[in-house]
């Protein structure tokens, strides 16, 4: 089992700045990918950022060059650096995890961009 929790969310302006964590714990040594995603009211979630334990990192199209995810290994923690926020980016932001048999996912946090 895999537990975690996002923190970092709030409300920001447009062109500002929001870094959200999360923090794993649990069964973390099997996983083999970890990642934001994001879900806006009457939308699908959608992948924001992932990377693969193998040192693979993958961007949403609407975000790359604007994100930056990184983690800190030693704390278990995964991180999710946003630049040049938009109001479009708002959204709840969830962390995710996966092994070859499960994924996991944190509460989310709610990021709003005002214009």
């Known amino acids: 089992q895999v537990h975690l929790v996002e923190s970092g969310g709030g409300l920001v302006q447009a062109g500002g700045s929001l870094r959200l964590a999360c923090a794993a714990s649990?069964?973390?040594?099997?996983?083999?990918?970890m990642g934001w995603y994001r879900q806006a009211p009457g939308l699908q979630r959608e992948m924001v950022a992932s990377?693969?334990?193998?040192?693979?990192?993958n961007y949403a199209p609407s975000v790359k060059g604007r994100f930056t995810i990184s983690s800190d290994n030693a704390q278990n923690m995964v991180y999710l650096q946003m630049t040049s926020l938009k109001p479009e980016d708002t959204a709840v932001y969830y962390c995710?995890?996966?092994?070859?048999?499960?994924?996991?996912w944190g509460q989310g946090t709610q990021v709003t961009v005002s214009s």
């Open positions: 995710s995890a996966s092994n070859r048999f499960n994924s996991y």
């Open positions: 649990g069964t973390i040594f099997r996983l083999s990918v």
């Open positions: 990377f693969t334990m193998g040192g693979d990192t």
